[in-house]
């Protein structure tokens, strides 16, 4: 099975603290094992890592720009705000220890700037690809109130979404009227349906925006996005993008108490219709759609790969598993990271997420290892 590696070099006005030496022999050994496929850096667009290129110079091993979208490039330019239905900017704030933050812009009106952010900052770094992060709007971190949006003025003429008086919980256990989960698309109550359509009409439409950018440059492009069965939630629909990529990696982190993490998005679904009680019956209720917890993860990636194949598509899956060791974020352990890779049996790879900076060298023995599959 093929390996990614990303490397986080920091936020855009925050650079990282990165130990070169210790980064160049985790790769090295990767790169040793004839597997590795590509590496992924990004975003501080001040990051050296020329030393990295030099290791990598004639191997074929492809360098691509690790580039959030909808989120984090506000500090280089304007980017309009999720609006509310109270005409209000959405203000919902998450922010890690290492300068990531979770703002998010509304992706009708973001493309543009995106694009005036790569040529500013990014253009002459020499990539082989692009591989597009934050595609998406916020999920349910801040409650029902941070998917209800963007009402602004081009969303409402091009993407109009039900009121939010249209959009009370339906239930305490199953609050979106979830009636069946099929080939990586849910069907819901009329009302949360066109809510989580228009959402994904508005992603889909911006990234086929930039793609067509990023194609005509000749770069190779790939996509973070949530797991199947969380993604249409954040307006990501794999019907729709799965053909605009050459590589995908579904975030399959089931340790991460995070954004993307498994653990944490199960838990702000549930918080978001009524706080703690009845938190647990309605992720379970959720789960349950899905075909329960155990095996989730092999049967999402056997789904996206039955539609690669059933629609002739060349797209690459890559089961994204987290590999990093971050007290009170992720806490790994080799045992999980084997089970992980049993799961991952049918992708066509895997990217070991999210940091090589924070990989433990035996966390690099379990990915050389191998835990099965191709």
């Given at each position: 099975?093929?390996?990614?590696?990303?490397?986080?070099?920091?936020?855009?006005?925050?650079?990282a603290?990165?130990?070169m030496?210790?980064?160049?022999?985790?790769?090295?050994?990767?790169?040793?094992?004839?597997?590795?496929?590509?590496?992924i850096?990004?975003?501080n667009?001040?990051?050296?890592?020329?030393?990295?290129?030099a290791?990598?110079?004639?191997?074929?091993v492809?360098?691509?720009?690790?580039?959030?979208?909808f989120?984090?490039?506000?500090?280089?330019?304007?980017?309009?705000?999720?609006i509310?239905a109270?005409?209000?900017p959405?203000n919902?704030?998450?922010?890690?220890?290492?300068?990531?933050?979770?703002?998010?812009?509304?992706?009708?009106?973001?493309?543009?700037r995106?694009?005036?952010?790569?040529?500013?900052?990014?253009?002459?770094?020499?990539?082989d690809g692009?591989?597009?992060?934050?595609?998406?709007y916020?999920?349910?971190?801040?409650?029902?109130?941070?998917?209800?949006?963007?009402?602004c003025?081009?969303?409402?003429?091009?993407?109009?979404?039900?009121?939010?008086?249209a959009?009370?919980p339906?239930d305490?256990?199953?609050?979106?009227?979830i009636?069946?989960?099929?080939?990586?698309?849910?069907?819901?109550?009329?009302?949360?349906?066109?809510?989580?359509?228009?959402?994904?009409?508005?992603?889909?439409?911006a990234?086929?925006?930039?793609?067509?950018y990023?194609?005509?440059?000749?770069?190779s492009?790939?996509?973070?996005?949530f797991?199947?069965f969380l993604?249409?939630?954040?307006?990501?629909?794999?019907?729709?993008?799965?053909?605009?990529?050459?590589f995908?990696?579904p975030?399959?982190y089931?340790?991460?108490?995070?954004?993307?993490?498994?653990?944490?998005e199960?838990?702000?679904?549930?918080?978001?219709?009524?706080?703690?009680?009845?938190?647990?019956?309605?992720?379970?209720?959720?789960?349950?759609?899905?075909?329960?917890r155990?095996?989730?993860?092999?049967?999402?990636?056997?789904?996206i790969?039955?539609?690669?194949?059933?629609?002739?598509?060349g797209?690459?899956v890559?089961?994204?598993?987290?590999?990093?060791?971050?007290?009170?974020?992720?806490?790994?352990?080799?045992?999980y990271?084997?089970?992980?890779?049993?799961e991952?049996?049918e992708?066509d790879?895997?990217v070991?997420?999210?940091?090589?900076?924070?990989?433990?060298?035996?966390?690099i023995?379990?990915?050389?290892?191998g835990?099965?599959?191709?």
């Open positions: 099975m093929q390996i990614s590696l990303q490397l986080f070099t920091g936020g855009c006005d925050a650079p603290k990165l130990d030496k210790a980064i160049a022999r985790r790769l090295g050994r990767v790169l040793d094992s004839g597997r590795l496929e590509r590496l850096v990004g975003w667009p001040d990051a050296d890592y020329s030393e990295l290129k290791l990598l110079r004639g191997s074929g492809g360098i691509y720009l690790w580039l959030p979208c989120s984090e490039l506000e500090a280089f330019a304007d980017f309009p705000p999720l509310g109270d005409d209000r959405i919902i704030r998450f922010e890690r220890g290492n300068g990531e933050r979770f703002r998010f812009a509304c992706p009708a009106s973001a493309a543009q995106v694009i005036e952010v790569y040529e500013r900052h990014y253009a002459k770094g020499g990539y692009v591989f597009l992060d934050k595609i998406r916020p999920s349910f971190l801040g409650g029902l109130s941070s998917v209800l949006g963007c009402y003025a081009r969303c409402k003429e091009r993407y109009p979404l039900p009121q939010p008086r959009l009370a339906r305490a256990i199953n609050p979106l009227g009636t069946a989960y099929k080939d990586m698309r849910y069907r819901l109550d009329d009302e949360f349906q066109k809510l989580f359509d228009r959402k994904c009409d508005a992603v889909c439409d990234v086929s925006t930039l793609c067509a990023f194609r005509h440059r000749g770069l492009v790939g996509f973070d996005l797991a199947p993604a249409g939630f954040v307006g990501q629909d794999y019907h729709r993008l799965l053909p605009l990529a050459d995908v990696k975030m399959f089931g340790a991460t108490d995070a954004p993307a993490g498994l653990p944490f199960l838990s702000q679904y549930a918080l978001a219709f009524g706080g703690e009680e009845g938190a647990a019956l309605r992720q379970n209720a959720l789960l349950e759609r899905v075909g329960g155990d095996g989730l993860m092999r049967r999402e990636i056997a789904a790969k039955r539609h690669v194949k059933n629609k002739a598509l797209t690459k890559c089961a994204g598993i987290e590999f990093n060791d971050v007290q009170g974020v992720a806490e790994v352990t080799e045992s990271l084997r089970e992980r890779m049993r991952a049996g992708a790879g895997i070991a997420s999210w940091d090589l900076n924070t990989i433990p060298d035996a966390h023995d379990c990915l050389l290892g835990g099965g599959g191709k």
